[in-house]
């Protein structure tokens, strides 16, 4: 499919090779929307099939705490997996079964897998982790090594 009527004759340079670079890209992005209608608005939206939690991270000398928004969801359906450097929260949402007798006309409850990964700073003791769902509030809390809290350096006038 192409947007623009001309020949696809390559140029030497100048402003009709910055025409055709548009127009390639343009006819990506049109072929890609005519293949799989909003897949690529709905993953740059954050609307594809798969959905992550929101999370809250903060930081102490001692911790990091980590907050997920997850309603709705059973303990037992969760899985968090912890490495040297990044932590996975991965689950299922399982849909209750409904009558097939109602029509949505609009549904934005998820169900599904999900999964999110965050990058983890250094120092992160993975054996000293805590992990409470309440509310639908997952929080989890990573202690840091004793070698990972800095210390305070004094500098000297001189």
């Known amino acids: ?12 340079g100048g402003d009709l090779s910055l025409l055709n670079e548009l127009r390639t890209e343009m006819n990506r992005v049109f072929d ?8 690529t608005m709905a993953e740059s ?4 099939d798969q959905f992550g939690p929101s999370v809250d991270i903060s930081e102490t ?20 997996t ?4 990044r932590i996975t929260i991965s689950g ?17 409850i998820r169900s ?7 990058p983890l700073p ?7 982790i805590n992990a409470e769902h309440k509310n639908g509030v997952l929080t989890v809390r990573l202690k840091k090594s004793p070698t990972a809290a800095g210390r305070k350096v004094e500098v000297k006038a001189g």
């Open 1 to 12: 499919m192409s947007l623009i009527p001309w020949g696809s004759r390559k140029s030497t």
């Open 122 to 128: 250094a120092g992160v003791d993975t054996q000293q």
């Open 92 to 108: 299922e949402k399982k849909e209750t079964v409904e009558k097939s007798e109602k029509n949505f006309h609009q549904k934005e």
């Open 82 to 85: 912890v490495t040297a450097d």
């Open 32 to 39: 890609s929307y005519f293949r799989e209608p909003f897949g």
């Open 45 to 48: 939206f954050g609307w594809s």
């Open 112 to 118: 599904g897998k999900f999964s999110r990964t965050i």
């Open 61 to 80: 000398d001692k911790e990091i705490t980590l907050l997920a928004e997850l309603p709705g969801i059973d303990p037992k359906d969760l899985d968090i």
